[in-house]
């Protein structure tokens, strides 16, 4: 009778899934504890960094009736989130093999790919909850918390547990059929559901490719990232200096890094986003060095609004636009605009600026 039960409530959430654009989901239980020994070492190791969040949430992260008090199940869905014009299909290798060497050209300010639309957490946690009180119209007693990197859990573990893929030596999930370029989000419910019986096989294998690729040597060893060297940390969580060792290494990148998912062979397996909310905005998909050095603390909160990037801040943008200029290449002009910005700069983005013009001048 329970298992007759869990089947019908699975279709339901199948149905209203498919009927919302949601077509990729499956269901985890709630013992996350498997990964607690890695989780713990890596925050003994400080490889963290800045983000005191994790370490002040630290086991509590494999604890899902924090999340959501009685939950038993977590239903996990990917969502892609590069449209079909920036991927490029169906030749994605094509798309991510040009990225790639145009990034080593130094020409262009680069933004990670999943930040150049409507910011994800908006977009995704509330097509989630759409989703969740459709069902919830349609079952009595069906309780959930829909979370989107907005709660402290290991969105990564329940989903390999939920049958959606499996961690890649960049640790992130990846899936034969579509790569990694997607999101996850989560629904924690107390509706009895199957969970997946079966795991998704590890197809790395003996590649290489994003280790290789990651500009700082980030990924320490496989399936283990050190923050504190990670460009899209740099980038987006850290407030602080830039550690001058590792500035040029950051090339142009402004926000985020894509380098370890582009070099990614199962990358040319990529699916398009269905939702035209992560269509990209001009400002960040030919992103003008130029015209971002110049504006104002308004016009950059007005020019991000509804933007991930935003939450980065003024401060941290202008410091990571002063490093991606010092690293640039044959680009006419930067230096003027470096010293530009410097005018209005307080200490902290002065010392960026004058690191980059150092460089430009070497």
Known sequence: MQAHQEQENWALLQRVAQAQGLGCL????????????HLQAWLDRGMHGEMAYM???GMNRLNADIVFPGAIRIVSLRIPYVPVETLNQPDAATYTEKT?????????????????????????????????EAVNAELAGFG????????????????????????????????????????LGEVFTNLPLPVSDEFAKNH???CHSCMTACPTKAIVKPYEVDARLCISYLTIEHDSEIPLELRPLIGTRIYGCD??????????????????????RKEFDEPDWFAMMKWTEDEFLKLTEGSAIRRIGYRRFRRNLAV??????????????LREMRGSADAFLSEHIDWALEQLRC
Do not use: M
Not at 113 to 132: P, T
Not at 261 to 273: G, H, S, T, V
């Open 55 to 57: 370490e002040r949430h």
């Open 204 to 206: 790395c294998g003996s």
């Open 100 to 132: 790639l060497t145009e990034l080593g050209e130094l020409k262009n300010p680069y933004v990670s790919l999943y930040a150049r639309g409507r910011d994800y957490h908006k977009v995704i946690r509330q097509r989630l909850k759409r989703f969740a």
């Open 324 to 337: 991606a200029a010092g690293n640039s290449q044959g680009v006419a002009g930067i230096e003027s605009a």
């Open 259 to 280: 380098d370890c998912q582009l070099a990614c062979p199962w990358n040319k397996f990529a699916k398009p986003a269905q939702f035209a909310d992560f269509n990209p």
């Open 26 to 37: 499956g269901v985890s239980d709630t013992n996350l504890q498997a990964c607690e020994p």
């Open 144 to 183: 959930f918390r829909v979370t989107v990197d907005s709660a402290p859990t290991p969105e990564v573990e329940i989903a390999r547990k939920a049958g959606l893929g499996w961690r890649g030596k960049h640790t992130l999930l990846i899936h034969p059929d579509e790569g990694s370029l997607f999101f």
